[in-house]
């Protein structure tokens, strides 16, 4: 069987760990077969360990985020307007960057940055449609709605069954950043 190449749009959601973590395999997979991949991770700081790493990687570009980035629910109405303002301009950035250079575009978080409203949701349907043919698109966060579904190709749920944060337990380096 001949392999197919198009553009396949990715979504990795739920409340479960390993949305990421599923998205940065998919990033490592796609470099080793000689693609182009562009990472973009909304509503993180810079300081996840596994940047450290990809940054040495040929063919992975990582695009620098805020240096400091924080929960929705811990910003300011202000910090909101000022995401809203940024995020905005930086999808469409992004999506020109990878359109003309890269074979495979990992959003990080963009699901969830829609979520809270800091993000409009139709930029990012259009930023869809109109992306190249054969521009692969992953994307994290939790609870699309039906028409970002309907927008993809895989859909996978992480569902938590448990996690150490239930105990009280805070993330750890390494592991969960």
Do not use: W
Request: glycine share 10%; aromatic share 10%.
């Amino acid at each position: 069987m001949k392999e197919e190449r198009f553009g396949a749009v990715h979504i990795y959601c739920g409340d479960g760990k390993g949305k990421t973590t599923c998205g940065m395999g998919l990033c490592l997979r796609a470099a080793g077969a000689g693609r182009r991949v562009l990472i973009y991770q909304f509503m993180k700081d810079n300081a996840s360990s596994e940047r450290q790493i990809l940054k040495t990687i040929p063919g992975i570009t990582l695009l620098d985020g805020f240096q400091e980035e924080k929960f929705s629910f811990q910003m300011t109405e202000e910090e909101k307007a000022q995401r809203r303002a940024y995020y905005g301009k930086k999808l469409q950035e992004v999506f020109t960057m990878a359109g003309t250079s890269y074979d495979l575009l990992f959003l990080d978080e963009v699901v969830y940055t829609v979520r809270e409203g800091l993000l409009q949701e139709k930029l990012l349907l259009d930023c869809l449609d109109k992306k190249p043919e054969e521009l692969e698109v992953v994307m994290t966060g939790q609870d699309p709605d039906e028409e970002l579904l309907r927008r993809a190709d895989y859909v996978t749920k992480m569902q938590k069954i448990r996690h150490p944060y239930d105990r009280g337990l805070c993330a750890r380096k390494g592991i969960e950043y």
